[in-house]
């Protein structure tokens, strides 16, 4: 497109602006629709916000173990401060939203084994972290 065609749009588009007011066009959806509908729209569903923190989770176990095996090889602090745990905080909210209601037994249930599965995860790590540190021959 020529840069005078591209001006004469622009001035085009601007001028009907100002003749026919900003009023006409509805309030934030002047280019495209919302994108924060989906985000919105389970507000008010918890099982699926659990869900996805259980998805984050799982992500941030394997990235920060990705990134800090080496301190978990060498370092002595204690594990917690290195590589958290995950599924702690993550079943305080599960039980709370059964006790509110907010989830079924079912939910509840199936959302305390993938809690399961990320302790189990983090024990793997610091399995693995603990064989490596022994065949380096860091004391542990």
């Not at 099982?47 to 941030?60: C, H, N, W």
Request: include cysteine.
């Amino acid at each position: 497109m020529s840069m005078r065609l591209y001006i004469f749009y622009t001035f085009l588009f601007c001028g009907s602006l100002f003749y026919t007011g900003c009023s006409s066009i509805p309030s934030g959806n002047l280019f495209r629709e919302d994108r924060y509908k989906d985000m919105r729209a389970y507000e008010q569903d918890v099982g699926s916000r659990i869900e996805q923190y259980l998805e984050v989770a799982r992500q941030e176990l394997i990235e920060n173990f990705e990134r800090k095996e080496y301190l978990m090889i060498r370092e002595d602090q204690p594990p917690p401060v290195i590589h958290p745990r995950k599924d702690t905080t993550l079943r305080e909210l599960i039980f709370s939203a059964h006790k509110n209601q907010k989830i079924s037994d079912e939910q509840r249930l199936e959302y305390i084994e993938n809690c399961d599965d990320l302790y189990a995860l983090w024990e793997k790590h610091w399995r693995i972290a603990r064989k490596k540190a022994n065949r380096m021959g860091f004391p542990r």
